[in-house]
């Protein structure tokens, strides 16, 4: 059963994540509670305005009968006939008619018993007993008022008998009028929110692509390149100092890799004469043990000559077809006696998986997987699957795996599992190194995982494009 911590409802009322969602959302509640409050008030007001032209109705009819219960039947006549004769507009006229009996509206009192009311309490404000009084409304319009108009008719009992029949429209309230508003400050409002989420659009838009350029240069700052300086004052201002801050960080690393190499290249002629010297070394067996020390500092110059070029390169991405270009690889090691294959990945295996790659980037990377997975696993299966838009090259072997807790630190440089990795194997622990930058070279990266059944499985991850 779900309990309700109060961590739970944290994230139940938990905003979205992104700026644009969180400013879109606060907005948005925002008006929506402006106009539930504004519809409040506006159907306050509407109930008042009723309640006070019902009370001005009883007030009118109370008048009529008084005025009319003191005339005499000549007054009345030409009172009748000049109110007729009226030059307001047909919605606003009324029809006045004195009956000899009490008229039979039984059956249509259905909303008029609150003017009934009015009406008895608007006689006895003025201190007369109120009289009969019966009232009714009528679905089609009579006379003068149009057909599709709801009357109300009302008819009050005089002192001699007979009966003031007043014939009115029955809706009085602005109903019209108040949607007329309401629909107007909804579409404002929606005018609004449109004009809002293109604004917020406008402003977070740039700031997604800072981010998109941040995170490029984080993964390989050798070829970010700067972000334009443009939009609003406080962008402006951020990818300034994103910029300088690229400049900075890309000659000190320009700095640092023209150093290795430098320093790589120089010691080879050293190491040759002592190379070379070592010949006359006497006993044998110092010999022998000084020209292995000599060889494994050759080794380490020239990973660190290819370490620095693994950081940039000037290769041009192509289209790479990489069902073929992987299956070439695998019959290339094949044929030197290495038990590599291409494997079923599961998915169908016919048609052609385009990329736009660095070949001998990637090849470069791929074959320091394939060379692990050979040396320490004993063979290596590739395969080749396309998961959520992107290619996934897998290289799996059946050695004896990497601790989960160092899955990521064997791409360190110069960090070495002793296990598996010695002095006397050639390993200096820069090969996984390498084929990482080689992968991020060409947007790509690289992942391990321990397989259930024993083994080690290196993913290497690139964007598909057709």
Not at 220 to 231: A, R, Y
Not at 237 to 264: P, Y
Not at 309 to 335: C, G, P, V
Not at 364 to 371: A, D, P, S
Request: charged residues 25%; neutral net charge; glycine residues 6%.
């Amino acid at each position: 059963m779900t309990q309700n911590t109060p961590q739970a409802k944290r994230r139940f009322f938990r905003l979205p994540d992104s700026l644009f969602g969180q400013l879109f959302s606060i907005l948005f509640f925002g008006i929506v509670i402006l106009q539930a409050a504004n519809f409040e008030v506006v159907c306050r007001v509407q109930r008042l305005y009723v309640q006070q032209a019902e009370k001005s109705r009883a007030e009118h009819l109370v008048t009529y009968w008084f005025l009319f219960n003191s005339m005499t039947a000549n007054q009345r006549k030409a009172a009748i006939e000049h109110m007729a004769d009226s030059h307001r507009p047909e919605k606003l006229r009324e029809m006045v008619e004195l009956l000899p009996v009490r008229p039979d509206w039984e059956d249509r009192t259905d909303g008029v018993e609150r003017l009934l009311r009015m009406i008895a309490d608007g006689f006895g404000n003025g201190g007369e007993e109120a009289p009969a009084v019966v009232a009714g409304t009528h679905e089609n319009g009579v006379g003068i008022f149009p057909v599709h108009l709801t009357v109300l008719e009302t008819a009050i009992q005089l002192s001699d008998g007979t009966w003031l029949k007043v014939t009115q429209p029955f809706n009085i309230d602005d109903r019209y009028v108040v949607w007329s508003q309401r629909l107007f400050v909804l579409l404002e409002a929606l005018v609004m929110l449109v004009l809002t989420a293109m604004l917020l659009l406008r402003v977070t838009r740039p700031i997604r692509k800072l981010s998109g350029a941040a995170d490029s240069f984080g993964k390989q700052p050798e070829l970010s390149v700067p972000f334009p300086e443009k939009g609003v004052k406080e962008l402006r201002d951020a990818a300034q100092s994103f910029n300088r801050m690229r400049e900075r960080i890309c000659g000190n690393l320009a700095e640092r890799d023209r150093m290795i190499a430098a320093m790589a290249h120089d010691l080879r002629t050293p190491l040759t004469k002592l190379q070379l010297r070592l010949d006359r070394v006497e006993p044998e067996n110092l010999r022998r043990k000084l020209q292995e020390t000599v060889s494994e500092m050759r080794a380490i110059i020239s990973q660190g000559l290819e370490l620095a070029k693994s950081l940039s390169t000037e290769e041009a991405a192509i289209r790479l077809d990489m069902r073929a270009f992987l299956q070439s690889m695998a019959d290339d090691y094949a044929d030197v006696g290495n038990n590599v294959v291409m494997v079923n990945s599961g998915q169908t295996e016919t048609g052609s998986v385009i990329i736009k790659a660095r070949p001998l980037c990637l090849k470069r990377c791929l074959e320091n997987l394939i060379v692990n997975a050979c040396k320490y696993g004993g063979g290596a299966k590739i395969a080749l699957s396309e998961e959520d838009g992107q290619v996934v090259v897998s290289v799996s072997d059946n050695g004896p795996g990497i601790p989960d807790e160092m899955l990521e630190r064997v791409f360190e440089p110069y960090f070495r599992l002793e296990s598996s990795r010695n002095r006397s194997s050639g390993g200096i622990g820069l090969g996984l190194t390498i084929a990482r930058n080689m992968a991020l070279l060409n947007n790509g990266d690289i992942e391990l995982h321990n397989l259930p059944e024993g083994g080690l499985l290196a993913r290497v991850i690139l964007p598909r494009q057709s």
